[in-house]
Antibody, heavy 129, light 107 residues
């Protein structure tokens, strides 16, 4: 069974750090890009960060750039999110999600369409004094 | 960044109704548009990818259409288990963005 299990959430004071982990199983982890997506209480989904299969391509939302660092350890089938200088507005449920690409072939070539097809249950981060 | 908007923000419908949700991108995103369903206390679930491709295991009453900047998610005959919040998401840019969501509840 394909599964993602997040851990590492908790209550932390503003300005402090926290490291989230996501353990993957049931698929070949190093074949896929991965993402962190968060959801503040009562709010919508916000993409936080993504990392390619080999860590060669990494992206961050403007809201976390310079404070959060995404990484992965393919030998351990694990994804991480190092969160520094935490703010109250970082309070959210953090989901880990697997990225998949669908290839469409056209007369002139092909295109890759990316989507998040497997999600974990999330880990809660609360930033408060 | 590419901004995504959805309309309506919420709607009330009855079982059996045809429901249409619209998503608009701030610039053309070709067909790089996905739809997710989220029920309270649960993780999002992929419904549609590449604007119109149905994810495996998703009922055929769900369909997606559109390209460029305007997209639609349609539920042909609403079922009790479809009451949820629906999000669109663009994958045209490496900086991914979601729409604000559309909550579908019982009339």
């Amino acid at each position: 069974e394909v599964q993602l299990v997040e851990s590492g959430g908790g209550l932390v004071q503003p300005g402090r750090s926290l490291r989230l982990s996501c353990a993957a199983s049931g698929f070949t982890f190093d074949d896929y890009a991965m993402h962190w997506v968060r959801q503040a209480p009562g709010k919508g989904l916000e993409w936080v960060s993504g990392i390619s299969w080999n860590s060669g391509s990494i992206g961050y939302a403007d809201s976390v750039k310079g404070r959060f660092t995404i990484s992965r350890d393919n030998a351990k089938n694990s994804l991480y999110l190092q969160m520094n200088s935490l703010r109250a507005e970082d309070t959210a449920l953090y989901y880990c999600a697997k990225d998949t690409a669908a290839t469409y072939y056209y007369g002139s070539g092909s295109a890759y369409y990316y989507y998040m097809d497997v999600w974990g249950k999330g880990t809660t981060v609360t930033v408060s004094s | 960044d590419i901004q995504m908007t959805q309309s309506p923000s919420s709607l009330s419908a009855s079982v059996g109704d045809r429901v249409t949700i619209t998503c608009r991108a701030s610039q053309s995103i070709s067909s790089y548009l996905n739809w997710y369903q989220q029920k309270p206390g649960k993780a999002p679930k992929l419904l549609i990818y590449a604007a119109s491709s149905l994810q495996s295991g998703v009922p055929s009453r769900f369909s997606g259409s559109g390209s460029g900047t305007d997209f639609t998610l349609t539920i042909s005959s609403l079922q009790p288990e479809d009451f949820a919040t629906y999000y669109c998401q663009q994958s045209y840019s490496t900086l991914l963005t979601f729409g604000p969501g559309t909550k579908v509840d019982i009339k």
